[in-house]
């Protein structure tokens, strides 16, 4: 038998190897996010178009600039500062300031991942921690949100989106006045319900056809999404849905101490950013525990952290740092939540 | 500081001595740099500090020529600083002629980072506030802040009436319909309502005290 | 608490050195990691910064001079007592000047100006400059680190009032449709502002090392 | 006199105002002792017993330095009682607990020049807190401090298994890393106010 | 991580799903190999301490006859393989890379190779310490694989007791169908065996547990066993690593071996189903082990199949006649998922051989580029042992070997592989793992050295 000895291939077991690879979820989660990012270009228009683009465009850039930087190859192949572009972009008021996108594209990739060393080493979820950073530097900016299905929003663009770098937004309330379709004021559900405790109606919440962030409103849409990676295994299903669960136990434990205050459960699982975060953001694989106990006490604890921001804090939306915080304690509780190995007894921790 | 030695040698009584009057001769020294650089800046304080203050009450009661301050005790009113530097004060302004202008009060409420202080002015005579000017507050700058310096905002306090019936309450940015309404930034709907609130709570407590000491104050006594 | 910068005596060969060395070489803030509360904590304007740097400078040279005048009485059994007794007494004087002086300035340091006692790097310049050199020397080393620090605390004043408020010492540096950085006046606007100095500080010396190497290497 | 309740002031010492994230106090030891939690474990600890104590006396002592009209001595007493606390409380473990005090050894030394716990007892006193305000605020003070060392540690600990960039590794990374945890910690100002 | 759980009790909770690609040889019966030209049976065929020549070069020796005695209790005799002349005794090439001393026979080419040597025992009359003396005299070893001396199992320490002894019919590596065959064709040398080693251990019951996938195997067991009782056949779901001894355990009865102990510690032994029938076969006879059925498949391979090959077989040998191909590339010794690769063809078959798979370029999808850990969990998921591979494999990399060992349980690896075929960042796992392995041996064999 003369073969084998010219090139022979030398390997390590095991010799199988499943066809699953990072490159191959991270292109799943860009096309689950696809269809978010088209609903939101229907519900607000043009500038929503614009804001996903740039968003992706600037953390494109900024992780190709970090690459040629340190010298490494461009990693921008395997789709995952993709995904943060669009996250970062679907959490962003549809007007935004694009120059203030910018901003947070490159926080969110330069910050948040490659400053940690890039993927796979990144504490927090990058889009977060951008979308953190652009929260307190622009608080009003952050706030200003336009109203669903406005009229023109395919021929025009909210007047905010071209604001020239570095200056202010103009003030939106008379283009509001100009374009809204219904009694929008500027406020999304969320804050009506903070501020003046106005709970809206279930069947826009689900459907998406209110204001918010460019891509959180669409709760079905979403949770279809998510079923889809789910169902292909590209998402841990348990972080999403106990996130989701112990949101709507803590909503409710609010809700019926006292239901004047505090929404009703329904409400607090459909509204805001709380799906968006849930499925796409809570189960980034980088910034939770692998411990099979781990992403169940992390989903919980994030779902927890957000109703009490929502309800007891000073901001309407949680979401944002109920994750972040999270990310903070994923490698405590992954610690604490080592799997107990076979055949070991009693159960011995590891620190 | 881990250059500290951590075994000490045992020590003679020379040694004690020795130490004990180092000691002793820093400590002096010390305290004779206190006492000087205390009893030096105690006047320059003291001007700085009834500066201040004197300056707040001052724009909130435009005219005013004679301020006398009162302190609150347990629900009594007494003329002067009194001893009790934890005591409520109420600062009675006068115009050239001795007529009472107002009054001038603090409160303080939790705000949206910390608590927010804050100097009001209030006329018993018209029975409403007057004026209002943010001492301390850690606002988030371009939002909360506004509470200090919006025009709009500030305008809500030329003319805040006390109604006994109506709560004082910050409604949303241009939905105030009654005069004892504040209407929020836009925005900044957690800092305009602490200020609502820190205003009701404290002209609550404090106007029953004025009405019954009312003909003192309009004397200054 | 890196305590390997304490007992780091600069080279006593020259004044000018002594003073030069804590201005840039020994940088407190940006070399040593020292006195990082207040740095953080009070940089978020040019005006507080500075004075905070005034605070901190007169109180290292003062107790530098004292501790030093007194250096060769001082038991090594009472030392940290005595020098923490020093500090503290200048502290009080100081926290007193400023309240006298200004009382704006004081109501913007608050507490920060009690907790210079607790600043590190003047326990640590007394320790390991102070109490072995004489007061001459040691009133420059004080100038040096606290000329130091104060530049620290003002280039990252400088970073945080420009960009948070647009200002530089309250004068409007932008005109009004500025949009102001808020996040560099929050407490993360400290830690990353302090972050990014030390990146351009660490950016600069690897630079400078390299070139030297390269020098060097050619020679 | 200050009207705040017991539990408000404990959570904006925990959770709002962190000592450590947004109060900046006590950044030396987060810097320093947050490389392994083991370690940063037991300062935390540690960190509380002393402050805890120190901040009881220096109620006390306040109290009679008003009465004396001595308020200039309030710094010099202040350091003066958590220098001697710290030895205290030492001793105390030494003779009560040895193998706590192998644990805790070397760090309660450190303590002394920690701004966190002179801290506690210059806003007690500021901010006028009675006596069980006091306790509180130290407590929700020292226990956000150990919050925010710990996470510190573990996250650190994490990421010494990353291909950190040269240029970040050391102090810069430890400040960015708590500039984010501090926008996270944002997330809880306004807490317990009404809307 | 599947969104549906497993409810049967019966079944290996984690675990991967492989290919099986069994279908290549699970229908063909076993065939006979031709003798080669020379034999090269290594001293060193199993775990232990090598056996010793008994033959000097030059000598004649019988089929079947001893050639090395067993050097110690944890060791066991050489047969010769063929009949023939020692050639020379001398270093050999070993699939593990190292040296080791070999006997060289080259058979008659005429001479009759019918087993001669042995003769008939009665095994019911012995006692179960005989029994364990005849097994080490056959020279049986583990023929899963593991190539453990089989007599070392049935010694008990004193003071513990079996009473179950569980045969692993699993076979869950893809590729090989040696113990499904062996099976089929000789259930009634499985079941011999099987009562011998209960015999030996004093256990009332044994298991016969098979994959499901080999119900033609279950079958003719089942058809062997006829009404009796001690002796029941189970059959478990796919999955791999089943076949793992600790694992079948906690399939079958639900025990958990200790960490670090040995299946008596629970009551149970363990032994392959191969291994039984050819005790069950040689006992009896008083035979020596001297051949084996071995699986050869793979995408580069003519005539795949089950042979009965004489141990010290050249690989080389077989593969010609099994018919290798040009574009066979490489060459792995054993299963897919465990089994090396080797780099000489000129190694000999030995006992623990279980197949010899001839893979074309690019049979399997290995050219990846390795991504960082982006700590998905799927290795956390598939873990057998509920080690943390992830981390284990974050450590590695950072070189914390004895990290992994005293916080992280290194040692419990079996190197299964479960965890570096689910890996979407394609980081060899089980590749680190074996450095670390190695590594942490070094530095104690080091420490002993210095401290001695």
Redesign the interface.
């Known amino acids: 038998m003369p073969p084998l000895a010219p090139e022979i291939e030398l390997r390590t077991s095991p010799h199988f190897h499943s066809n699953r690879s990072v490159e191959m979820i991270m292109r799943n989660v860009v096309y689950a996010l696809l269809p978010l990012c088209a609903f939101s270009v229907w519900n607000f228009g043009l500038s929503a178009l614009a804001l996903i683009l740039v968003s992706v465009l600037s953390c494109l850039v900024t992780e190709h600039l970090f690459c040629w930087l340190s010298r490494r190859k461009s990693s921008l192949g395997d789709w995952s500062v993709t995904i943060t572009g669009i996250l970062l972009a679907l959490t962003l008021p549809p007007g935004f300031p694009l120059w203030m996108v910018a901003v947070g594209g490159f926080v969110s990739v330069g910050l948040g991942k490659m400053a940690f060393g890039g993927l796979g080493f990144n504490v927090f979820n990058p889009a977060l921690v951008g979308r953190a950073f652009l929260q307190a530097c622009f608080p009003t900016a952050i706030t200003a949100y336009s109203p669903a299905l406005a009229k023109n929003r395919f021929t025009e663009f909210i007047p905010t989106t071209f604001t020239p770098p570095f200056l202010q937004p103009p003030p939106l309330a008379d283009w509001i006045e100009r374009v809204r379709v219904d009694a929008f004021s500027g406020a999304t559900p969320l804050m009506q319900q903070k501020f003046d405790k106005v709970t809206a109606d279930w069947q826009p919440l689900f459907f998406g056809t209110v204001s918010g962030s460019a891509g959180e409103t669409p709760a079905l849409l979403i949770l279809l999404c998510g079923a889809y990676l789910a169902a292909r295994n590209f998402m841990d299903w348990r972080i999403a849905f106990s996130m989701l669960a112990s949101a709507f136990v803590s909503g409710a434990a609010f809700h019926f101490l006292n239901p004047a205050v505090y929404p009703h459960p329904w409400f607090v699982l459909l509204s805001g950013g709380l799906m968006l975060g849930a499925v796409f953001m809570a189960t980034d694989m980088v910034a939770s525990p692998v411990t099979p106990t781990g992403v169940w006490i992390y989903g919980a604890l994030m779902g927890l952290i957000t109703v009490v921001i929502r309800n007891l804090g000073g901001l309407p939306e949680g979401v944002m740092y109920a994750i972040l915080l999270g990310n903070a304690v994923s490698p405590l509780i992954d610690n604490l939540t080592q799997p107990r190995v076979y055949g070991v007894h009693p159960r011995r921790r590891t620190a | 500081?881990?250059?500290?030695?951590p075994s000490?040698p045992p020590?003679s009584t020379a040694?004690g001595i020795?130490?004990v009057r180092?000691?002793g001769t820093?400590?002096f020294?010390?305290g004779l740099?206190?006492?000087i650089?205390?009893r030096?800046?105690l006047s320059?304080?003291g001007r700085?500090?009834e500066r201040?203050t004197r300056e707040a009450v001052a724009e909130l009661l435009p005219g005013m020529q004679r301020q006398v301050v009162y302190s609150v005790h347990g629900g009594e009113l007494s003329k002067g600083e009194g001893s009790d530097r934890?005591a409520g004060k109420i600062y009675a302004g006068y115009d050239a002629s001795g007529k009472l202008l107002g009054l001038v009060m603090e409160a303080s409420e939790?705000?949206?980072?910390?608590m927010i202080k804050a100097m009001y002015a209030y006329s018993p005579s018209k029975r409403c506030i007057t004026g209002f000017k943010v001492l301390?507050m850690k606002e988030?700058?371009?939002?909360g802040d506004k509470i200090a310096t919006d025009k709009n905002f500030l305008e809500n306090f030329k003319q805040l009436v006390y109604d006994p019936d109506h709560p004082i309450v910050a409604v949303?940015a241009g939905a105030k319909k009654n005069n004892w309404e504040i209407d929020a930034i836009?925005?900044a709907?957690?800092s305009s309502?602490?200020v609502g609130?820190m205003l009701n709570r404290s002209i609550r407590e404090m106007a029953p005290l004025i009405e019954r000491n009312l003909r003192r104050i309009e004397k200054g006594e | 608490m890196t305590g390997a910068h304490l007992v780091q005596a600069p080279s006593p060969s020259e004044n000018y050195e002594t003073f030069f060395n804590g201005l840039w070489k020994q940088n407190p803030v940006f070399v040593q990691v020292l006195g990082m509360c207040p740095t953080l904590a009070v940089t978020n304007s040019v005006r507080n910064a500075l004075a905070m740097g005034a605070a901190t400078l007169f109180v290292l040279v003062c107790s530098n001079m004292l501790i030093s005048l007194v250096r060769k009485r001082v038991p090594k059994q009472v030392r940290i007592a005595t020098y923490i007794l020093i500090i503290a007494t200048f502290v009080t004087i100081v926290d007193y000047l400023i309240k006298a002086l200004s009382i704006a300035v004081y109501k913007a340091l608050g507490p920060f100006i009690a907790l210079i006692v607790v600043n590190c790097m003047i326990l640590g310049r007394a320790e390991a400059f102070a109490s072995r050199n004489p007061p001459g020397k040691a009133i420059l080393d004080g100038l040096g680190m606290g000329l130091g620090f104060s530049f620290a605390l003002l280039c990252l004043g400088a970073v945080r009032e420009v960009l948070g408020a647009g200002t530089f010492l309250g004068v409007p540096l932008f005109g009004p449709r500025f949009q102001p950085w808020v996040l560099f006046l929050l407490p993360p606007g400290g830690f990353l502002t302090l972050a990014l100095w030390l990146l351009v500080f660490r950016a600069w010396q690897s630079r400078k090392e390299r070139k030297q190497e390269q020098w060097r290497a050619a020679a | 006199m200050n009207n705040q309740s017991l539990g408000h002031i404990f959570i904006d010492a925990l959770l709002i105002n962190n000592f450590v994230l947004s109060v900046f106090l006590g950044i030396c030891p987060f810097i320093g002792v947050s490389a392994k939690l083991a370690t940063a474990w037991r300062m935390g600890v540690a960190v509380i017993f002393v402050t805890l104590v120190s901040s009881l006396l220096a109620y006390g002592t306040n109290a009679l330095l008003v009465v004396l009209n001595a308020e200039y001595l309030r710094i010099i007493s202040f350091i003066v009682i958590i220098a001697s606390t710290v030895q205290l409380v030492e001793m105390f473990i030494k003779k009560t607990s040895p193998a706590l005090f192998r644990a805790l050894g070397i760090y309660l030394p450190l303590i002394t020049t920690n701004c966190a716990v002179l801290g506690v007892a210059l806003f007690q006193t500021s901010r006028q807190y009675d006596f069980a305000q006091s306790v509180v605020f130290a407590a929700g003070a020292s226990f956000g401090f150990t919050i925010a060392l710990v996470l510190m540690a573990v996250i650190r600990e994490k990421l010494e298994l990353s291909d950190i960039p040269d240029t970040v590794r050391g102090t810069a990374l430890v400040l960015l890393l708590a500039g984010i945890l501090s926008l996270a910690f944002m997330g809880f100002s306004g807490m317990g106010v009404e809307s | 991580m599947k969104l549906f759980g497993w409810f049967g009790d019966k079944a290996l909770h984690r675990g991967v799903h492989v290919p099986e690609c069994k279908e290549q040889t699970a229908h063909l019966p076993i065939r006979r190999m031709n003798f080669p030209p020379v034999v090269i049976v290594p001293m060193s065929q199993h775990a232990g301490t090598p056996a010793i020549p008994i033959v000097k070069e030059g000598q004649e020796v019988v089929r079947g006859e001893p050639i090395a005695r067993p050097d110690g209790f944890v060791s066991v005799p050489m047969h010769a393989p063929v009949t023939g002349k020692v050639e020379r005794i001398a270093l050999a090439p070993s699939a593990r890379g190292d040296l080791s001393l070999a006997i060289y026979i080259r058979p008659y080419p005429a001479a009759s190779q019918e087993v001669l040597y042995g003769e008939p025992q009665n095994i019911d009359q012995m006692s179960p310490e005989e029994i364990v003396r005849a097994v080490q005299e056959t020279g049986v070893v583990g023929l899963g694989g593991a190539a453990f001396p089989t007599h070392v199992k049935m010694k008990l320490p004193e003071g513990r007791t079996v009473d179950t002894v569980v045969v692993n019919g699993c076979e869950c590596e893809p590729y090989l169908t040696t113990d499904h065959r062996v099976m089929v064709e000789q259930p009634r040398a499985v079941i011999h065996g099987t009562r011998i080693a209960m015999k030996a251990l004093g256990a009332p019951r044994a298991i016969i547990g098979v994959e499901d996938n080999k119900p033609d195997a279950i079958q003719a067991l089942r058809d062997a066993l006829a009404a009796e009782s001690a002796i029941t056949v189970e059959a478990v779901p796919t999955k791999y690593p089943q076949g793992a001894e600790k694992m079948l355990i906690e399939v079958l009865l639900g025990r958990e071996v200790p960490s670090g102990g040995l299946p008596s510690e629970v009551g149970v032994a363990v032994f392959n189903v191969a291994t039984l029938a050819q005790i069950g076969d040689l006992l009896p006879r008083r035979q020596g082990l001297i051949e084996r059925v071995i699986t050869i498949a793979g995408t580069a391979v003519r005539k795949p199949g089950n042979y009965l090959t004489v141990l010290g077989t050249p690989i080389r040998w077989a593969l010609e006649q099994a018919g290798a191909t040009e574009q066979a590339a490489s060459v792995i010794l054993g299963g897919p998922m465990m089994g090396p690769t080797i780099s000489s063809l000129d190694v000999p078959i030995t006992k623990g051989v279980t197949g010899i798979l001839v893979m074309a370029r690019d049979s399997f999808n290995s050219r990846h580029t390795i991504f960082p850990c982006i700590r998905c969990g799927a290795c956390v998921e598939v873990c057998p042992l509920h080690l943390n591979p992830s981390r284990l494999g974050m450590l590695a990399r950072k070189g914390r070997y004895e990290e992994m060992e005293s916080d992280f349980h290194l040692m419990d690896c079996f190197e299964c592989g479960c965890c570096s075929y689910v890996c979407p960042s394609h980081i060899p796992l089980v590749q680190y793992f074996r450095v670390a392995k190695q590594m942490n041996r070094e530095r104690k064999a080091r420490h002993a050295a210095a401290s001695a």
């Open positions: 500081m881990n250059s500290q030695a000490r020590l040694d020795k130490m180092l000691l820093v400590s020294v010390c740099l206190i006492v650089t205390h030096g800046t320059a304080i700085n500090q201040l934890l939790r705000g949206y980072a910390d301390e988030t700058p371009g939002l949303k836009s925005g709907t957690i309502r602490a609130r």
